[in-house]
């Protein structure tokens, strides 16, 4: 049984910074995307960033140049770097592994954690 375990969120001022850790537990069997995903209150989960097996990154338009991901494969580890902090980027922030050969047949989502950032 996979399990994914989030940790580094918190409460933070506007311009400061957090970092987010994700680590898999139990035996991955595939390689995986690693992502991370975010709900505020009365929104959609949304992406925020995500790092594929090669290393290449994506991020949304809303953090592009303050936040970075990065992955560690032999730990199955994947981080969040997160700068400038905004208001707006107050949320759940779920870390997501995702088989780019299977899909959501194969896909692993963490238990969340809460960033908070005040004005």
């Known amino acids: 049984q996979v399990q994914l375990v989030e940790s580094g969120g918190g409460l933070v001022q506007a311009g400061g910074s957090l970092r987010l850790s994700c680590a898999a537990s139990?035996?991955?069997?595939?390689?995986?995307?690693m992502g991370w995903f975010r709900q505020a209150p009365g929104k959609e989960r949304e992406l925020v960033a995500k790092?594929?097996?090669?290393?290449?990154?994506i991020y949304s338009d809303s953090v592009e140049g303050r936040f970075t991901i990065s992955r560690d494969n032999v730990k199955n580890t994947v981080t969040l770097e997160m700068d400038n902090l905004k208001p707006e980027d107050t949320a759940l922030y779920y870390c997501?592994?995702?088989?780019?050969?299977?899909?959501?047949?194969?896909?692993?989502w963490g238990q969340g954690t809460q960033v908070t950032v005040s004005s």
């Open positions: 997501n592994f995702r088989s780019p050969t299977w899909g959501d047949l194969d896909e692993y």
């Open positions: 790092v594929f097996i090669d290393r290449t990154a």
């Open positions: 139990g035996s991955l069997f595939n390689d995986y995307d």
